[in-house]
């Protein structure tokens, strides 16, 4: 009888825990892949898949003026990460260039308080290759890196900026960068953000 009782408990309580289970499982399932679908803005070509994995889309910020150094903006500046997959059985080149986000500037109305590009240091990181620092400035035409993606492979980039520890400008100043992350690929078609799809997925 005791045995009896005891089997009817272990199964009860085996009940419950496999409930309480399903419960936990189900919603955290369902919060990750939103969470990450508001995060993912697909472009697909022939060629390539591109995937800004940030909430901000292809576009880069900096709002205040923090001078560092460049050991100290790999470590603490936002990294704005991107996927690019290819889709072909062949080798394709593609580059990335960072231009001013000419649009946001005109909203923001500020022009007169742009970080010259000669004072902002930006870093490019494909998949666990060395990071390539430049001065923003420096880039011809606004080519950060130049690339060629084996055939249906994956390349993982993470790109940085910050302010240059030699800036002289005023430590703490609101003063503002704008830029916008392109993708081009070998017939110079470019990736870009379509702002329906973008606040869909963002609802």
């Given at each position: 009888?005791?045995?009896?009782?005891?089997?009817?408990?272990?199964?009860?309580?085996?009940?419950?825990?496999?409930?309480?289970?399903?419960?936990?499982?189900?919603?955290t399932h369902y919060i990750y892949y939103k969470f990450q679908g508001n995060r993912d803005i697909d472009f697909s070509s022939e060629s390539l898949d591109v995937v800004y994995h940030e909430t901000s889309g292809d576009k880069l910020t900096i709002s205040k003026v923090t001078p560092v150094t460049d050991s100290v903006g790999l470590s603490s500046s936002k990294a704005y990460n991107i996927s690019i997959k290819n889709n072909l059985t062949e080798r394709v080149n593609y580059k990335i260039r960072i231009l001013q986000d000419v649009e946001t500037i005109l909203e923001d109305e500020c022009e007169e308080y742009l970080i010259p590009e000669d004072d902002i240091r930006i870093s490019v990181k494909v998949n666990k290759k060395e990071n390539k620092i430049y001065n923003l400035s420096e880039l011809e035409d606004g080519v950060l890196l130049e690339n060629t993606i084996e055939a249906l492979a994956n390349n993982n980039i993470a790109i940085r900026l910050w302010v240059n520890q030699d800036s002289t400008l005023p430590r703490g100043a609101f003063l503002h960068y704008h830029g916008i992350i392109q993708v081009v690929e070998k017939d110079y078609s470019i990736a870009i953000i379509?702002?329906?799809?973008?606040?869909?997925?963002?609802?």
């Amino acid at each position: 009888m005791y045995s009896e009782i005891r089997k009817r408990e272990i199964i009860k309580n085996t009940i419950f825990i496999i409930f309480i289970l399903i419960l936990a499982v189900i919603p955290t399932h369902y919060i990750y892949y939103k969470f990450q679908g508001n995060r993912d803005i697909d472009f697909s070509s022939e060629s390539l898949d591109v995937v800004y994995h940030e909430t901000s889309g292809d576009k880069l910020t900096i709002s205040k003026v923090t001078p560092v150094t460049d050991s100290v903006g790999l470590s603490s500046s936002k990294a704005y990460n991107i996927s690019i997959k290819n889709n072909l059985t062949e080798r394709v080149n593609y580059k990335i260039r960072i231009l001013q986000d000419v649009e946001t500037i005109l909203e923001d109305e500020c022009e007169e308080y742009l970080i010259p590009e000669d004072d902002i240091r930006i870093s490019v990181k494909v998949n666990k290759k060395e990071n390539k620092i430049y001065n923003l400035s420096e880039l011809e035409d606004g080519v950060l890196l130049e690339n060629t993606i084996e055939a249906l492979a994956n390349n993982n980039i993470a790109i940085r900026l910050w302010v240059n520890q030699d800036s002289t400008l005023p430590r703490g100043a609101f003063l503002h960068y704008h830029g916008i992350i392109q993708v081009v690929e070998k017939d110079y078609s470019i990736a870009i953000i379509d702002e329906d799809e973008k606040n869909d997925g963002l609802e």
